[in-house]
């Protein structure tokens, strides 16, 4: 059979097993046909055959299976990063600055905001204080709530006596007054409404530069755990020009104690898709965070709340779960606390598998002895951000986390090791933009349990550590498994030809050296895309 695509390297190397003996591959369309050496050439080339020769290691292409594209590119495009702001002070001092240079007092917005910054409960009072009658809207870092200035609420005429479909809330002080701190999504988008609209093609500009600098860092898919607007738009009008660097699979979020309405809405958008993104998949929020006292766990936190699911009426979250699985739609839920995890778990369990892909929960940050063999009973795969707790916990116990909720369950937190041992299909994912958009940083923190560019940090639940084929296997061949993807994630004759090409093997390097292994080109459906990325990106 003749190839479009012969590409030799000095390997080829599957994750979880030994190097290949093959040297070269051939690519007919968006498949490998053959693999092996100087055979390979003379059988497959033909005149129209390109013909690369690549000094790298070629390996399955990584995927992050848990990102936001569109909206978390519009904020890194358009709002003010707080990532290394560490004090009130600098907060203040950067709103400051941020004025300054937009020429405006309308609406400053930010985000990856610390909670941990305020002394207690968050609050936009001090906002006001120093910038009166200037809207600012600072987004958290686990982007589950927002932080707004007193000209927030006054200009939206926000009463703090809001009700919702779901568990949002709006915090307020004794008096009754809210204070800024406003918590989960039906809440968020209250302020989110009204920010100032961006043209599709500004959009799209912000979306492909996010996307193009993630294939550059070797990923050649993202699941993106969102679809709201203008993400159609956005997608097609990038599709449309050939210019999506990268596969990118999408979950429209099913809105929390929704109805058949909600859910036949979900699945017309299955049919929607273009040659390098499509939907397939819906995604639940069964709760919200523990930072924001909104995930269910079965015991209370230090300050009695973590105990609610954001579905008033959880019961109706299991029949959507069988509304979908019933149509082959595979399922991602959100579900953060013990209690959230279980009930997701005997959802799926009662609905029973998916022909489309497979089922997941995403995060199941603290969970208990008895979960973990569930996920190998059920074939559920255990979709962990480890990157979460590594950098935005502390492992002296200090962070609003850990004291929520306590040292036991956090001694359970991102159990990535424990999860292995009871055969559960593990898969690694950024949360981007909450975690780092660079896949070989995820990948070398997941190994060290500890930030791979501090040598000298503190790792969290060590023994948790992962192998270097571990951590790739869960970001080759189980985001396969998610989409349902036959051949995927894997170097073989008749597997889909998406790949990563790497200057050295990873899987023989240490975790730093691996954060720090250019990315020499990407192949996706068969097409070869050249990036070359040395340094690594933290994507923030």
Request: with cysteine; aromatic share 6%; hydrophobic share 40%.
């Amino acid at each position: 059979m003749n190839a479009d695509l012969i590409v030799r390297a000095r390997g080829l190397r599957n994750p979880g097993g030994d190097p290949l003996a093959a040297t070269t591959l051939a690519i007919r369309g968006d498949r490998i046909v053959a693999m092996g050496g100087d055979e390979i050439l003379r059988e497959h080339a033909a005149a129209h055959t390109r013909i690369e020769m690549i000094d790298g290691v070629i390996l399955p292409g990584l995927v992050d299976i848990h990102t936001h594209p569109v909206w978390g590119s519009i904020e890194r495009g358009t709002s003010l990063d707080l990532d290394r702001i560490g004090t009130l002070g600098e907060l203040l001092a950067a709103t400051g600055e941020r004025i300054d240079q937009l020429g405006t007092r309308d609406w400053i917005t930010g985000f990856n905001l610390d909670v941990n910054l305020f002394d207690g409960q968050p609050s936009g009072q001090i906002l006001g204080e120093r910038f009166p009658g200037v809207k600012i809207s600072y987004m958290t870092a686990d982007a589950h709530a927002l932080v707004v200035s007193p000209a927030v609420i006054a200009h939206l005429g926000i009463t703090g006596r809001e009700q919702f479909a779901d568990a949002s809330r709006i915090h307020t002080d004794a008096q009754g007054a809210p204070t800024g701190y406003i918590v989960e999504l039906q809440a968020m988008d209250l302020v989110m409404a009204h920010y100032p609209d961006l043209p599709i093609e500004q959009a799209a500009d912000h979306v492909l530069a996010e996307l193009s600098q993630m294939a550059a860092c070797g990923l050649t898919g993202v699941h993106a755990l969102d679809f709201a607007e203008p993400s159609e738009a956005v997608y097609k009008y990038l599709d449309d020009r050939g210019l999506l660097p990268l596969k990118v699979r999408c979950s429209p979020l099913i809105p929390a104690d929704s109805g058949p309405e909600a859910w036949e809405r979900a699945v017309e958008q299955q049919a929607l898709g273009g040659r390098r993104w499509q939907v397939a998949g819906v995604k639940f929020m069964l709760d919200g965070t523990a930072d924001n006292g909104s995930a269910w766990f079965a015991h209370p936190d230090c300050y009695g709340q973590n105990t609610d699911s954001l579905w008033r009426n959880p019961e109706a979250y299991r029949r959507a779960i069988a509304y979908f699985s019933a149509r082959g739609i595979p399922t991602a839920t959100h579900a953060i606390g013990d209690a959230a995890v279980a009930y997701a778990l005997d959802a799926i369990e009662a609905a029973g598998p998916v022909a489309g892909g497979a089922h997941r929960i995403e995060h199941l940050e603290s969970i208990g002895d008895q979960l973990l063999p569930r996920f190998a009973q059920l074939g559920v795969i255990a979709s962990v951000q480890p990157v979460h707790g590594i950098r935005l916990t502390s492992p002296d116990g200090s962070d609003n986390w850990s004291v929520r909720l306590g040292s036991e369950r956090s001694a359970h937190g991102w159990r990535t090791r424990d999860l292995l041992r009871a055969k559960a299909p593990l898969a690694l994912g950024s949360d981007w933009p909450i975690g780092a958009a660079d896949p070989r940083i995820a990948l070398a923190d997941a190994q060290l349990r500890r930030p791979v560019e501090q040598p000298g940090a503190m790792p969290l639940h060590l023994e948790q550590a992962l192998t270097a084929a571990e951590a790739y296997h869960a970001m080759t061949s189980v985001p396969a498994l998610a989409a349902g993807q036959e051949g995927g994630g894997i170097l073989a004759p008749g597997a889909c030809a998406d790949l990563t090409i790497f200057a050295r093997d990873p899987l023989s390097l240490e975790p730093r050296a691996q954060a720090a292994n250019p990315v020499l080109a990407t192949i996706v459906d068969g097409k070869l895309e050249d990036h070359r990325c040395d340094a690594p990106g933290n994507g923030s």
